[in-house]
């Protein structure tokens, strides 16, 4: 029996709205778009929301929008998925990492002040792995410089801080759609704002740069098609409807983890910080300091060979040998991403995973580190 790292939930309510799109005569461009983006920007508690066709492409369309482009640098973390920084460069800016906080792995606030200069247009914060910690600590020193937030909520739909939720605490923030995260639309991804010019521009570029009251073959922009199709959206409509039964399932997942891990010391467990909810996008556990890179590398293998599919979430985003080509990136720049990034292993998670295939990963990872 294999059991993978993610999965998606459908049910048939799923099924049946997408197959109702598909009986009839919009596939895009159609009313489940605006139904999807207004659910959306209803459950964030935004003004607005674009859908678009990925994560992405909604952090690209946030730097177009906001003006971001070459000369411009644009503040992050080296601990995340790869396109929170390539988007920056997309767009012809610069990524300047900033080391993460080693507790709740996000940016580390207290080090982004002595990293901004008179090219610094925004600071980009992901709340990884679904954790929202410190990140009001990162919108006071934006608010402070006058520096535009673009929150990269890709993983952390459902999170929540001092209970403001994940997705209103930047100027825009992206949310992500991908079939491993808290709800899916197979791909896609969401802009969600509360400004209204941001938006307009938003729903332009992704339209080929269309204005919005125009003929249809007229463009105002160079623009793109990253349009998220009414097919896509059928599927998110539903599953957004079930985020709150989602989040549950998630929490219970986490739980077990946790008690079934924590007598273990020679893992560090993730919990939830008592400021935060969180809607737990992925269980990762990290090793103690007395294991190697080559011990967890070995101890990965050893899991896959017994069918558990596992990961190394994150690899340092400053070691990638593109950006360390252009940036001259080194190892020793970014220490406690490069230590945590050594360190980690993701193990299965998804709603519907039982209690017995849990005891069985716990079972097994335990065995593998040689108890
Ligand atoms: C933190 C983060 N940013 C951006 C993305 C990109 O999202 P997508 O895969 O939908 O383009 C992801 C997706 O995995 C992510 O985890």
């Known amino acids: 029996m294999q059991i993978n790292l993610s999965r998606p939930d459908i049910t048939e309510k799923e099924v049946e709205a997408v197959c109702a799109v598909l009986c009839g005569t919009r596939l895009s461009l159609g009313p489940k778009v605006v139904e999807f983006e207004q659910a959306f920007a209803k459950y964030i508690g935004a003004k607005r929301a674009v859908a678009v066709n990925s994560g992405t492409s909604g952090l690209f369309l946030c730097m177009l929008a906001l003006g971001i482009g070459p000369g411009d640098e644009v503040i992050t973390t080296p601990f995340t998925f790869i396109a929170s920084a390539t988007t920056i460069m997309m767009a012809g800016a610069k990524p300047v990492f900033v080391d993460i906080d080693p507790v709740n792995l996000n940016i580390d606030a207290t080090k982004i002040e002595s990293r901004i200069t008179e090219k610094t247009k925004a600071i980009l914060p992901v709340e990884v792995f679904s954790n929202p910690s410190g990140l009001d600590k990162v919108c006071e020193i934006a608010a402070k410089h006058n520096l535009f937030v673009i929150e990269d909520s890709c993983e952390a739909l459902g999170s ?142 050893q899991m896959r060979n017994h069918n558990i599919e596992v990961s190394n979430y994150f690899q340092p985003v400053h070691l990638m040998p593109f950006m360390v080509e252009q940036f001259g990136y080194k190892p020793g720049d970014f220490p406690i991403t490069e230590s945590v990034s050594s360190s980690t292993i993701a193990l299965p998670f998804y709603n519907n995973l039982t209690k017995d295939e849990v005891a069985i990963v716990c079972q097994t990872l335990k065995k593998v580190l040689g108890g």
């Not at 209204?196 to 938003?202: G, H, P, V």
């Not at 080929?208 to 409509?237: P, T, V, W």
């Not at 467990?269 to 556990?285: I, K, R, T």
């Open 160 to 301: 929540a801080l001092n209970g403001k939720k994940v997705g209103t605490l930047g100027t825009m923030s992206v949310f992500g759609f991908y079939p491993n995260k808290q709800i899916t639309t197979g791909e896609g991804g969401m802009i969600v704002t509360n400004d209204d010019r941001l938006a307009d521009i938003c729903v332009s570029l992704r339209n080929q740069g269309r204005a919005k009251r125009c003929d249809y073959m007229e463009h105002e922009r160079l623009g793109y098609n990253f349009r998220l199709s009414d097919i896509n959206c059928a599927l998110g409509i539903v599953q957004l409807s079930r985020i709150d039964e989602i989040k549950a399932k998630r929490r219970q997942v986490a739980k077990w983890y946790q008690e079934m891990l924590a007598d273990d010391d020679r893992l560090l467990v993730p919990a939830e910080p008592n400021d935060c909810d969180m809607s737990w996008f992925v269980f990762v556990v990290r090793l103690t300091d007395g294991f190697t890179i080559e011990q967890r590398d070995q101890i990965l293998h």
